[in-house]
C-alpha cells in the first residue's frame, strides 16, 4: 500500500511531463523528422567507422551502432566524444559515456523488445506482466553483453556471472526503472499501432541513459567498471 501510494504520488507530479509530451511524441511530423535525423545520424556513424575508425572491435561497432539507432544525433555525438580513435586524450567523463553505451545498447533491446513483444503484439498494455516481463529482457540483454565477451576470454561462466552482477546491476537498474518508468508515464495505454507507442519507446530510451550515465561514471571512478579500452590505443 505505502509503494502503491508513494507511485502515484510521483505519477501526479509528473503529470506535466505527460501533458507536455504526448502530443509531441505523437505528432506525425515531429516523429517524421526524428527518423530521418536517426537515419542520416547511422548513416554518418557507419561512414565514419568505415573510413576513419575500422579498427574499433566489432564489439564497439555493434554498440555503436545501436545506440545512434536508439538516440539519433544524441547517441551520435556520444560517440564523436568518446568513442572515436582521434579522441584527444582518454578522462573518466569519456570513460562513462562508453560503460553507459555498453549497458545502453544491451538493455535498450531487452526495452524494446519487452514492449514490442509484451505490450504490444501481446496486447497486454501497461500490466505488471509487461513491466515484469520488460525488466527482466533488459537485465537478461544487459548481462549478455558482459557475460559473452568474457567467456570469450576464457573467463567460467560462474566468475563471468558474478563480475556482470555486480558491475552491471546498479546501472541496468537505474536505467531502466527511468526508462521503463518513462515509457508507462508518457504511453502506458498506447497500442502498437499508435505513433505515440513508438515515440514514447524512443524518448524513454535515451532518458534511461541520461539517468544511468553518472552511476556508470561513478562506478568507473571507483574501479568497479573499467569503462572500456579507450578507443585512441587503437588508432
Partial sequence: ?????????????????????????????????????VLASVGILWWDIRERNRTLPSLM????????????????????????????????????????AHCYSGCGAGEVLGFVLLGGLLALGSSLVTTAGTFALAYLFGYALTVGPLLQEGVGFGEAMLDALYSETPSITVMEVAAIGTDLLVAGQAHISDLLFWGALAFSLSVGFVFAYPVNATLVYFGVKEGMENPANMG
Fill in 1 to 37: 500500500m505505502l509503494l502503491h501510494g508513494l507511485l502515484t504520488q510521483l505519477e501526479h507530479a509528473l503529470a506535466p511531463v505527460r501533458h507536455v509530451m504526448r502530443p509531441i511524441l505523437s505528432d506525425p511530423f515531429v516523429m517524421g523528422v526524428w527518423a530521418l535525423t
Fill in 61 to 100: 561497432k555493434g554498440v555503436w551502432s545501436l545506440v545512434v539507432l536508439y538516440s539519433g544525433p544524441f547517441g551520435l555525438a556520444v560517440y564523436w566524444y568518446s568513442g572515436r580513435t582521434q579522441i584527444a586524450n582518454d578522462s573518466l567523463w569519456r570513460r562513462g559515456f562508453r560503460s553507459t
